[in-house]
């Protein structure tokens, strides 16, 4: 371990080019499920799934830089229309309220 000026210890001074990442979940109650559903949206977040899926075949660097070229243009015109909208040149996406129909009516009955 090196010492860093604050005299406390650092890590190996040798990392690699991927910093290490810690997840941590706290189960409660004995309450796997819910402490699983939290680890999902703390690696989704994170873009694990996402780098999974990407790693899961090997990808041309033609190709990477097609896929990561049609990421940026989605993601600058994601980032203009939000402009427009808040600027009031678009019409917002309308609000869904959780518990409500999907069409504001009454929920279809089902066919018999």
């Given at each position: 371990?090196?010492?860093?000026?604050?005299?406390?210890?650092?890590?190996?001074?040798?990392?690699?080019?991927e910093?290490?990442?810690?997840?941590?979940?706290?189960?409660?109650?004995?309450?796997v499920?819910?402490?699983?559903?939290?680890?999902?949206?703390?690696?989704?977040?994170?873009?694990?799934?996402?780098?999974?899926?990407?790693?899961?075949?090997?990808?041309?660097?033609?190709?990477?830089?097609?896929?990561?070229?049609a990421?940026?243009?989605?993601?600058?015109?994601?980032?203009?229309?939000?402009?427009?909208?808040?600027?009031?040149?678009?019409?917002?996406?309308?609000r869904?309220?959780?518990?409500?129909?999907?069409?504001?009516?009454?929920?279809?009955?089902?066919?018999?």
């Amino acid at each position: 371990m090196r010492q860093c000026p604050g005299g406390t210890a650092a890590g190996p001074i040798n990392l690699s080019s991927e910093e290490e990442r810690h997840v941590q979940v706290l189960v409660r109650d004995n309450n796997v499920d819910q402490a699983l559903k939290v680890l999902k949206k703390k690696m989704q977040r994170e873009g694990v799934f996402r780098e999974m899926k990407l790693r899961g075949h090997y990808e041309k660097p033609s190709e990477r830089r097609v896929r990561e070229k049609a990421e940026a243009i989605r993601r600058a015109r994601k980032l203009a229309r939000k402009k427009l909208q808040r600027e009031g040149l678009l019409p917002m996406k309308p609000r869904v309220i959780p518990g409500t129909a999907g069409r504001g009516g009454s929920p279809r009955r089902p066919r018999f």
